[in-house]
């Protein structure tokens, strides 16, 4: 079977959330990570806050008091990934994410691929922070549909990161440097499902895999634009309205790129709507999902490889 793939330019953009405080949420983003209230794409939103470095809105925050906290075994996300374009602006941001009172450090992992730091933020929101490696020294095994790219989970000492990485001007221009959503992880009821759907239907490339417990999926041969995994979830149905994951959004070049998604779901028989420049649906475990044209942020999330050095 032929599987008609995402473009090549393929990105991530905004992550929505659904915050129970506001105030709070917007504090901690701002304070903790450095981003900056930014207007939306259609003018200022009085309903919630834009959130970013430069002009790239990285986070929306959507109040929506008097929903509950999603459980930790729930369908949702597992974290939204921040990518930085160098080693020192991850340290920095990284070391004023771990001062701040109310993160909680979740951990760290060098994955061959790129260098990452976990972090919750007060509403249980997961966030890693990450710098990618060269493009050049990604290993992968295999070909064709049979291709994984190699990553691991190997020590990266915090301390020792922010010895060998943290400048001063990186610190002191926290809020100048440039990042971009590199990914986004989430918690799925079942691998098979997640493949089905996110590979066999969407159109990404499957990646990798993870001993039948998560899948990472791209376009244009990155390592991973999306995963799914079922390590806190597996069995999980599909959500409820509660705090958390609102929305994430996936740019495609152009409008032909949103109709030709547009009718591999009507093909799959999956509910959508779409206004020719953007598409909107949910995945099985209904979270909404939108693809829109637009260009990636520039040097950032799509261009990860020309950046690392």
């Known amino acids: ?17 659904k915050v129970g405080n506001l105030d709070a949420m917007a504090r901690y983003y701002t304070d903790a990570l450095g981003l900056e209230r930014l207007a939306g794409p259609d003018g200022d939103d009085r309903a919630g806050l834009y959130l970013g ?3 790239t809105p990285l986070v929306h925050l959507s109040p929506a008091a008097g ?11 597992f974290h939204t990934a921040l990518l930085f374009g160098s080693r020192a602006d991850l340290a920095a941001t990284v070391a004023t994410a771990a001062r701040h009172p109310q993160s909680r450090f979740v951990g ?16 249980g929101n ?25 990553m691991d989970n190997v020590a990266l000492p915090p301390a020792q990161y922010l010895t060998d990485h943290l400048t001063e001007s990186a610190a002191g221009g926290l809020r100048e440097a440039g990042a971009g959503v590199g990914h986004v992880h989430l918690q799925v009821g079942d691998i098979d499902t997640a493949q089905a759907f996110y590979v066999d239907t969407l159109g990404f490339e499957r990646t990798a895999g993870w001993h039948g417990q998560a899948l990472f999926v791209s376009a244009g041969g990155y390592h991973h634009h999306m995963a799914m995994n079922v390590w806190n979830s597996r069995g999980a149905g599909p959500r409820q309205d509660t705090l958390g994951l609102g929305e994430v959004l996936i740019t495609v070049p152009a409008a032909g790129d949103v109709d030709a998604l547009a009718d591999r779901l009507r093909f799959a028989g999956i509910e959508r709507h779409s ?6 649906f949910r995945d099985p475990w209904n979270n909404s999902i939108r693809v829109a044209v637009g260009a990636p942020p ?10 690392a050095q």
């Open 126 to 150: 997961g966030i890693e922070l990450y710098f990618d490696k060269p493009r050049t020294t990604w290993q992968w095994t295999g070909t064709g549909p049979s291709r994984s790219v190699v």
């Open 1 to 17: 079977m032929t599987i008609d793939l995402l473009p090549p330019d393929t990105g991530m953009a905004t992550v929505s959330l």
């Open 108 to 123: 760290s992992a060098d994955h061959l691929v790129s260098e990452a730091f976990y972090f919750a933020d007060p509403e």
């Open 275 to 280: 206004t020719g420049l953007e598409l909107r």
């Open 67 to 77: 929903l509950r906290l999603p459980a930790p075994t729930e369908a949702g996300l």
């Open 298 to 307: 520039a040097g950032i999330a799509q261009t990860p490889h020309r950046l």
């Open 53 to 55: 470095r430069g002009s």
